[in-house]
Each structure stands twice: as C-alpha cells, then as structure tokens.
C-alpha cells in the first residue's frame, strides 16, 4: 500500500519536472491572511502535487498521495475568473474496527472536487470573491449522488482606510448540520498599523501577523475549529524554513462508505500537527517543499455530523496512536 502510494508520488513528481515552468513558482497566501487578499494570479495556472506518510504505530498507518491546479480561464484589469481542482487519497494500513459499528476502516478514501472562483475589484478600492465547488468522498473512485457535497461561498472587502478594511463572508455546505445547516457568517476587521503588524479581529476569524525582520515572521490564526501558529525564516527570495503547529478539524476531511446503513454517517478524521518544513523555489525547476513532523490527538470517527462549530464525535470514535509523518510538495506554474 505504501508502496503504491509513493510510487504515485514519484509519478506526479516526474510529470511536474518535464512540465516544470521556466519562473519562481508564486508564493500565493493561506488562511485568513490569504482570504482578505484579492489579487490577481501572475501566471496562467498553478499546479502542485503532494504526498505524506506516517509511521505505522498502534495499528494503523496512513499514507496520503493529491495534487492540485488552479488555471486562469479570463480576466481584466479587475476581473477574474479561475478554475480550480483537487484529488486527494488516503491510503490505510489498518485492521481496527470501529467500536459501536464493528465496522473496518476502508483501506482507501478518495476526495476529487472543482469548481470556479470570481475576483472583483472596483475603482473604489472595494471587491468580491464568489467561489463554488462539488466534491465526491468516498471508499470508491466513483461516488454516487448520497457521497457529494456542494459549496458555495462569498467574501466582500471594504477599504475603512489606507491600512484597514471590514470583511464579511459567507459560507454554505450542504452536509454541514451547525445552525440547522444554515449559511455560515463570519465578519470582522483586518488592520495593519505598522508594515510589521498586521491583525485580524472577527468572528469567528482572527488572526496576528508580525514580522520584526525581513528575514522572520510570526502568524497565530483562528479560522472555526481551525487553530493555525507558525514561525518563518527566509533568508533569501528563495528559501523559507517553517516551524508550525495546527489542528486539522473533522470537517476538513470526510469521506462517505459506498455501502453503510445510514445515509448520513460519514468518517472523519482530526489530528494536530507539529512540524518542521523547508520550501525552496528554483528559477528553472518546480519548487519543492518537504516538511518532518509529529501528530498527536488523532481520531478517526464513522457517525452523524455534529450540529456543534467546535465538536467531535463522541459515538463510535477511535482515538489513534501519535506518531512520526513526513512528506513532500511539488508545485510548478504554468506561463
């Protein structure tokens, strides 16, 4: 299973060398950071490819193999229209049985999904984002409609300054069970006082950035369930060296059985991660980036979704084993 799993790794690092992009790959932003900045991509598409292990402890493994592509279909000088998709698969190394259910933990668990996202910027400083996208999880290539999920989602910018603006955003899932399914609301205010500071201040969305050096730079940020710190070295244009913790919320990864009783059990996964990572960029070649690290508080779930923002399954979980994982990034653009 490892086996097959780093071969498809080495596969798509292969394809991303031939095909690799004579410029730097573009650093984009994440996280809320990422979110609040709307501007538009310098080349015609993104392409990275990425896979994971973690050490087999406990009884149970986990290898994980996706990639990822975001290319320009048309834009203006403030307009722009992309699409994006992403392929994700989880292969496991297992024989625990879920406790309630006795039922086996599939050895593999596949995500495809796409979708558009539109940028709009006005004269006046304000701007839009619009983004949808479908998604099939399941224990088979070919999910069927019960295994789909459809999103949709809206962020709107207004300037309140030079160095602020207000955000609102709005996010719809249509497996989600929080405020009886309901759009999620988030709103709040990003303001940057120094060119050091930067600070997020919302809900439920926060953020700190505060870069004392060229070379250094810390980020804390709460998006939800989701709990993000890290510490970055650069110490030139193309190498950065990343300290980070994070916790991995069960809503981020959910993948429904191809044959299971109830319709709306789904398995879930959460873990935190400490990790240790470098990203090199080339002027010739993809960038690369490999990263050591340690999970721990790691549970898998097969159940109903929680109707709670913040909680976990507590009916038919299985707390797994801490443990070693490493892994690798490739990311190249497209002219």
Sequence with gaps: MRTQCLFTCLTLFWWLVVNGSLQDAYASESGPFGMLSVRPLPFTGIIS???????????YGISKAGGSAIIRAWSNERQQLALRGAWNTRFIDTDLRFPESNASIPNRLHSLSA????????????????FSSIEAASDRLRAD?????????????????????????????????????????????????????EVIIGIPIAGLRWQPHQQWRFEATVLGPSLQGNLRWSPNQMTRVTASISRDPWR????????RPDKDEAIRFQE??????????????PAFTVFAGYAFERFVSESEPSSSFFGRPRNNSLRLDSGVVVGLQLTTVIP
């Design 115 to 130: 979708g558009p996202i539109f940028q709009h910027r006005s004269d006046s400083g304000w701007s839009l984002s619009f």
């Design 252 to 259: 981020s990864s959910r993948y429904w059985r191809h044959q």
């Design 145 to 197: 409609s019960d295994q789909l999920t459809y999103r949709l989602g809206t962020t709107a910018l207004l300037p309140a300054g030079e160095r602020d603006q207000w955000f609102a955003m709005l996010f719809w899932d249509s497996n989600s069970r929080v405020m009886g399914g309901a759009p999620l609301p988030a709103l709040g205010y990003h303001w940057r006082p120094e060119n050091d500071w």
């Design 49 to 59: 490819a990425d896979g994971s292990m973690a050490e087999r402890s406990g009884g």
């Design 272 to 285: 935190w991660i400490a990790k240790l990572e470098w990203n090199q960029r080339f002027h010739r070649a």
